[in-house]
């Protein structure tokens, strides 16, 4: 039995207070996902990991929330995160938790395991795996939400969930920044743009046809943009982004390219003047028209 499978164990912790606050959010926000950061610490030996959750990140006053889209507040994120790291220096981001009682789906949707494969893979993550809790269903009685628990690994494509009988509730005290007070929320503070039903369609066609296409937050626009290179006909590529004019209350979208070929400078020309109803109308057509570009000109020279 020289490969005898290597039996990886997983174990949670979760302080319960972690739990509670992470349900008082789904109490307030019931009708579009929500979500935040986990933090912690956490052991690893041999194939025993050991995640202990102590606190929560909340999504932040810029966090935008759809029934199928839900983007945090990064920056927010981030100064709350230093504040608790500076009292407590062991402390890790372990993951995300994040919402789909209000949509419905029972696991993460296709663009959520493609996005936590992206991040544990990354050179900068911290840590090598990626904890993702997921409220799947509002009870009636207690508990108030039934969640589910994933973990991502890097260099590993399969995801992994782990049993409730390997989660623990155990009362800890909360991680909480220094002088911060409990978290309030005016929803009127959330960005307009934040009802953009498109996004939630782009996010879905991208992850199925274009997982090469990420969404980045323009922090000065307060809106999602697609970044990516499509492969062409003529196997060049194309850098390509397509952005979501803040400005326009109808919510057009623009895209570019930074591509050279002489052959695609008059499409790409024509393309600085067109607006979208959506990123992906914008990217079809672009690619559409590029690759027509490609094959008439190779055409035209034959
Ligand atoms: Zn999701």
């Not at 909360?174 to 959330?190: D, F, G, K």
Request: glycine share 6%; aromatic share 8%; net charge neutral.
């Amino acid at each position: 039995m020289l490969f005898k499978s290597k039996k990886s164990t997983i174990a949670i912790s979760i302080a319960r207070g972690v739990l509670d606050s992470i349900f008082d959010e789904c109490d307030r926000c019931d009708a579009d996902e929500t979500g935040g950061r986990l933090l912690g610490t956490y052991r690893q030996n041999k194939n025993h990991l050991d995640i202990e959750v102590k606190g929560v990140l909340e999504p932040g006053p810029n966090a935008q929330r759809t029934p199928t889209f839900f983007m945090q507040d990064g920056d927010y994120q981030e100064k709350l995160f230093r504040e608790i790291e500076a009292a407590h220096p062991d402390v890790e981001h372990l993951g995300n938790w994040h919402t789909h009682h209000v949509n419905g789906l029972q696991t993460l949707s296709g663009g959520d395991k493609a996005t936590y494969n992206r991040v544990v893979n990354h050179d900068k993550h911290n840590t090598d795996f990626f904890y993702a809790l997921l409220v799947v269903k509002k009870n009636r009685s207690h508990p108030r939400y039934t969640v589910k628990h994933f973990i991502f690994r890097r260099g590993d494509e399969n995801f992994y969930e782990v049993p409730h009988s390997d989660v623990q509730l155990v009362d800890v005290p909360l991680l909480r920044p220094a002088n911060h007070a409990a978290p309030v929320r005016e929803r009127s503070n959330a960005p307009q743009t934040a009802a953009n039903p498109e996004r939630v369609k782009d996010q879905d066609f991208f992850s199925d046809f274009y997982p090469g296409m990420k969404v980045l937050l323009a922090k000065e626009m307060n809106a999602p943009y697609w970044k990516g290179s499509l492969p062409l006909v003529d196997g060049s590529r194309a850098d390509i982004v397509a952005v979501e004019d803040p400005d326009d209350a109808t919510r057009s979208y623009s895209i570019v390219s930074s591509c050279k070929n002489p052959m695609l400078a008059e499409t790409l020309a024509k393309y600085r003047a067109r607006k979208f109803p959506s990123a992906r109308h914008a990217v079809i057509n672009l690619e559409r028209d590029l690759n027509q570009s490609l094959y008439q000109g190779r055409g035209g020279k034959g």
